[in-house]
């Protein structure tokens, strides 16, 4: 969901017309009358004829947006990468393409920053989806009939997702532990109380990196991941992977090898399957079983939540497009920095950088 | 009076001083300065002294002045505490 | 003197002394702190009538004029100085101690038969003449020292340490030579050794507190108010006096223990402190950011202090208060404080922390009640009405630059108004350290701010212990 | 399952030979192998003849039992008022039917108590599955992208399955509020940190109330109750009932109109389903929608768990079974205290107290 | 006496009595106390050696052998002495400091030259016969007084308070009567005055102890410790001594605040104690429970001593616990302790609190890590090697009923065998308070037990204060 | 000796007394009374002075016999402390 009532309201009071696509609110418990309570038009799916900027999830069918007038923004999670061939349909007919996602990660686009709030409940959904599919209970229990020993979480990633795994398999009582590339998040993991499990001796990404992101690391690195990650993960229950790296295919973290060891009945859930995935034999929106440990791999974790994930993506569109509202055109207008971060297409052409080279 | 009594009594204020002061609130140094300082101005003591001999024009003199010095120490050490501590007076309700 | 006067005089003098001792025990806790002031200001009035009862008082009326004189000064004075200037007031105020020994023990030298301090032989007594003489001396060293620490206090000259070269021995040759002429006070009396006694003092009290910088000049006061009180002591000693005994010893004591907590609360050596002119490297001032601006180091107890006695108080928790897992400790302090009948409130920026919702987390784990944290829109009015706003390992949100400064990596971003409460308790571990964005803070700097340098937790924990006392 | 590997070498240890059923631990992740390595014997499901003691999670079917010794224990879950044919067919073939969950609540029985060893599974399990369900995050998170409030969820009839939900709601940083007809446990709501919500004006029961168990309460307390139930249930987001009373029907806690008042997306979990349920329209294994709202009725939640469930069961048989172990005849002998409590049938006769009236 | 001697002689004694004070100082706290006991050693060595040196040493050798007597059989008794008859020692000590008090005093009655206070007239001065009655009242009453308290002590005397009948007349009226008489001895200084003078006072002693139940023994003892000072102290005024001033009036001062913040620790009425014979209803014991089996109370203080100088810790929560929410302050007394190296474990029962898991929650939430949790198998054994078990709102789970008493509806529930630790602590809010099952514990009255009655959250918090200081 | 020193001296000693004891460890209660105990025999400064002094036999007989007890006390005072204290001993690792 792009919007929700509460931002079709404050998008109004900016002085915008809304038009909502009919049924679009189901999922996530929000129907067309509240909608309209809160001053948006309803139509069918086609309804973006004359539209100046059409908001969404991910990007609409080019098809759908043939009434469109010229000129106007798509602003949605766009996946550049993936959908090449959207984006170049977008460019054909003149339409703007704004890719949320790349958003950059300056201070002031915090709030406007989809991967981030959308990161944050995979994090938290992930080791729920997790728990329920394991067949113990997380937290320790000494009861008159036995003890129930802690579970044992890995968090492999430690990004917005991570993070919040760490902290929510720790809020149900796991035993956890988080590893990473990067040396900043040692710190963070401790934050959280976990405790961090690092490659000593080679070296990895010193501080925050570039824009916050990792980059892949040397052979090396990764062989000594390789081996700090067999001998740890043998001991694990839960195991969450997060690890992406920005414009490529996700590092491959876990081999299958591995996965024989851990203890049937273990699971593990790979938040990284869209992007080719963390985990060896991860399959998108399925779980397998291998060795009897299961593997999760919904491709599209936040959508399991599906009222906070609308609330928190609709309240970045907004975010965006109130930061850059111009009073007088009756519209945003874009920066420089944000501008060319996020813009994939303008006058028919391909514009962006990472797309263009 | 002999030197060890005047001796013991001393040391035995210093204890007490050290004592005292051990334990203070440190948003209390301030005030707690200004009252010594205004205390220590007993020196006044030995300036009346000096004062109200006859004998030394000089002496007198001398005394009067540290009387005056003194005197601005006492009556300002002491009305100038008071205006500190009056700001901690706000919240009785304790 | 006593001798010629009847045991109530001494029995009163006594009185004086313990009133004084009453005067500081009182001053030790706020509670008590006015109670105590006034046993102070009945002592000096008992210690004054006293002398004037037993003494001729053919002087009267003068001594009644230089009385009123005096105390009109330091009443209007003390009535009209700012409050922020206290410090250099209470300076100004020991050199004017100093000054008074010195003319007493002048006095005393120019008159010694009314201090009954002849002998036999009509010349004043050996023991005497050592009391006198340090007496003098410790009074002029502190007034010269006093008038320095007032100049530098009140920013009428620079308050960076001034080190002549040499200087150690200068210092050193000085007041052995003073000593010297102590002893030798005692078996010659003329008035060249007195004069000369007097003069070096004024000489050694100045080049003492030359050297010491800006920021250690609380402890210099105070350890000047000690010295005041041992000139006291001296003259109590040659006039056989209990009050001035008392008190003298009191007051040097009590002083010198002061400077030495002020030193520990500041991390300062003592003994490089008051050595002064010995020390050598200590005086690069622990109250100069490396940046060069100043800002204020705060203790514990003054943190513990200020909030018990605060109506609200907002805490603003950051990614520092979860690196040293701060939260338990940190609730106990809310709740102490809640006991205290504080009004206590957790401001939760929407990006404090390293993820979305860490502080939320961590202090669900402590046990906040939920009712207890708002958000920013909520509580950013709230500002205005604080008494304390107390930022825990936060940074950058509360950085005004992001408000005002274009070219901050984090202008744009929303951020607390902390500098509209009365007073800011920043937390972190160094004045080094930045926040995630890395630019200095203009916090730190500001006139209500107090730095509390420590790690989040212990610091927190120094701060309950405090509150509980 | 009624026994593990580790209850298996344990009774062996006290002399006795076990045969395990084929295949039987596969649900909680036990192969065959691991029973044979523990010391049992494997066999098919008709394999008790000659047993002496049949041990079992419910009550098996009185015709795999032929072969079973005459007078033979069958110590399971028997559910006596349920299944009182299956009672009497033990009685008929002369078998001596010991039900566990009879055992009476007595100090030195809480180690031989299912009900409390799967109870706690289910309180723990509820919330999860709930939590899953629900279509929000449970925590506070305050982000750039806007606050999500913390759930609130309401637990109903706080015995020990109540106060595992209670625990492992609040764990997951939802606000937490619960109530019992049984004043006692007031006390034990604040001992987890949530709030409790009581009948104030009508009296409840006293104290622990007889062996910890509640009563039918009376019609004037039961409309207090529903009054003030709903006007608490409207602003809930989860609700786990678990209000059972021994021998009778669940209490209905909570009626339609009251479902109707629930936001829509809310979530009830009503774990008394078997017993015919705390929730109007709750149906036994199945999630049912209304008015918006998810009734979760799984009539066996423990199973869930399968491997906790299973380890603490086979725990409370072993502990019954050591308790009573006499060395010398190399079986157990029970007590008249607990004897009398659990045993349905004996010499061919239905002989307990509460089937026979 | 002084007045013949050199000053050196006056500064000697005040040596003496400086060491005396740096005694006390130092046995105010555990580090200093060793060198505390030894500065009063020293001090009493100079104080006699003085003493000896500037007095005709004529009588050397009797005086020599008085002190080894007395000297070895002190020694001895400190030697062979068990631990737990500590106080009952102390008492009889403190008698012995009364009859020497009452014996000097009757000495310098007998021969005032000696001690150099005889007037012109040959007669005692006046003054000196103040002293001196005073000094032997307080030295009889100290020694009777002490006798009481040693024999209720040693439980050679029944523990309970004895009230008389009309004993506020007769106590009232027998006080008056001797100092009535110290009164007339200052006009008549026959022998008859100062006898009646003595007997009174033995008599008095002896009826304000009486009425003093067991219970409040302790501070008793201090007060009659306090008593003992001021009788020396007045013989130092006789004597013109400091050392006997300055001793007599700190040990006096000193026992008098000692007894006052042991009532202030026992939640007792300071007056009512000290009245005794006045104070009426105040003498019911708080020392003994409602089933009259005897238990003892113990402080935070007493706790955080004994834990810090632990090196095993063994704690047992329970409902309780849960019921204060103490488990972050449990926490943070853990990380204290393990601060100061004693080893911390949580023993974990099977069925404490009223849930599975219930402790486990609460020690999560409050981030006790996994590996310092144990389970009831686990930790069994080292209950043996624990110096500590400290028992917080659990009692089932402890209750040796269990193991022993076929009875008890706890029978046959396995339990921490809490006994075999030096010392137990056990905190619920009363002697009343039951657990679950509703029975009475053993443990309560053990000899290795204290009881800390209190809300488990707010003993807890005192403790971890204490342990601060 | 005068009696206002003597009395200076007695009041500053009871100030003394107040602050050394008021924060003691309540651990400390017993051997704390002990040393006061031991300390209080400073008494037989008075019996040596008896027992010294020729002149009346009564008094010296009187004065011995309260050296006798004080030494028991000042003996037995200052080791038993000591056994106490030892009991702290143990752990000097802090
Ligand atoms: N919330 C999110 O989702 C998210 C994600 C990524 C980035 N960020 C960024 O993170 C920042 C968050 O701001 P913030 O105010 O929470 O933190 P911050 O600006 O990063 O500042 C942290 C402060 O804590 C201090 N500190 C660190 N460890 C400490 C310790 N053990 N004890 C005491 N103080 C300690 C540091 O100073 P010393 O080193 O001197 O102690 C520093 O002043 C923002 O810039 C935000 O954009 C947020
Ligand atoms: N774990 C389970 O599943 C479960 C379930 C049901 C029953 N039980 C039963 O519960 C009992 C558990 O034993 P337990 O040792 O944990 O607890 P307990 O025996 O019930 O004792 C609780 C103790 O805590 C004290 N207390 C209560 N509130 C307190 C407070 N605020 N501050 C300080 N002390 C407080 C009580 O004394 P005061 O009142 O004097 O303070 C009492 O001594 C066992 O008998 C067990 O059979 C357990
Ligand atoms: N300042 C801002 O505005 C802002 C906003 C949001 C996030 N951030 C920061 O950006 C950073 C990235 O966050 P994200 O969640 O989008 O990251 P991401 O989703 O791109 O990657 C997830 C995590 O996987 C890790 N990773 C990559 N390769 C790995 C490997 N081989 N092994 C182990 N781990 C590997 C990355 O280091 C990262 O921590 C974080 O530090 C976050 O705090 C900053
Ligand atoms: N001492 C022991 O050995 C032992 C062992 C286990 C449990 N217990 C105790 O037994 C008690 C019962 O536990 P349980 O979980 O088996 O109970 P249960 O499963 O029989 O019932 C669950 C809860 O529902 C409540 N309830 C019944 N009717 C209700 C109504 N109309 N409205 C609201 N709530 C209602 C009951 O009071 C109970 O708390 C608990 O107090 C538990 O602590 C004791």
Known sequence: MAATPETVRKLSALGAKLVVESGAGKGAGISDDDFQAAGAAIASADAAAGAQIVLGVQGPDPALLGGAAPGAWIVAGLDPFGQRARVDAYAAVGLEALAMEFMPRITRAQSMDILSSQANLSGYKAVLVAANLYGRAFPMMMTAAGTVSAAKAFIMGVGVAGLQAIATARRLGAQVSATDVRSATKEQIQSLGAKPIFVENVAGIEGEGAGGYATEMSSEYQKAQAELVSSHIAKQDIVITTALIPGRAAPRLISDAQIATMRPGSVIYDLAVAQGGNVEGSVADQVVERHGVKIVGYANTPALLPADASALFSRNLFNFLSAFWDKEQGRPVLDEEIGNAIRLTQGGQVVHERLKG | ?94 | MEHASSPWVGLAYLVAGVLFIMALRGLSSPGTSRAGNRYGMIGMTIAVATTLVTHSIASLPEIAVAIAIGGGIGFIIARRIQMTAMPQLVAAFHSLVGLAAVLVGLAAYANPEAFGILDAQGLIEPQSRVEMGLGIAIGAITFSGSIIAFLKLAGKMSGAAILLPGRHVINLGTLLAILGLVGWFTQDQSAWVIATITALSFVIGFLLIIPIGGADMPVVVSMLNSYSGWAAAAMGFTLHNTAMIITGALVGSSGAILSYIMCKAMNRSFLSVIAGGFGAEAAAGGGAAKEQRPWKRGSAEDAAFLMKEAENVIIIPGYGMAVSQAQHVLREMGDVLKANGVNVKYAIHPVAGRMPGHMNVLLAEANVPYDEVFELEDIQGDFAQADVAFVIGANDVVNPAAKTDKSSPIYGMPVFDVDKAKTIFFVKRSMGGVGYSGVDNDVFYMDQTMMLLADAKKMVEEIVKALQH
């Open chain 2, 1 to 94: 009076m002999d030197f060890i009594s005047i001796l013991s009594i001393f040391v035995l204020a210093c204890f007490v001083g050290y004592y005292v002061v051990w334990s203070v609130t440190p948003a209390l140094h301030t005030p707690l300065m200004a009252v010594t300082n205004a205390i220590s101005s007993v020196i006044i003591v030995g300036a009346l002294v000096a004062s109200a001999a006859a004998g030394s024009p000089l002496a007198k003199v001398l005394g009067l002045g540290a009387v005056v010095l003194a005197s601005v120490n006492i009556f300002g050490g002491f009305a100038v505490t008071q205006r500190m501590l009056a700001m901690y007076k706000k919240k009785e309700k304790k």
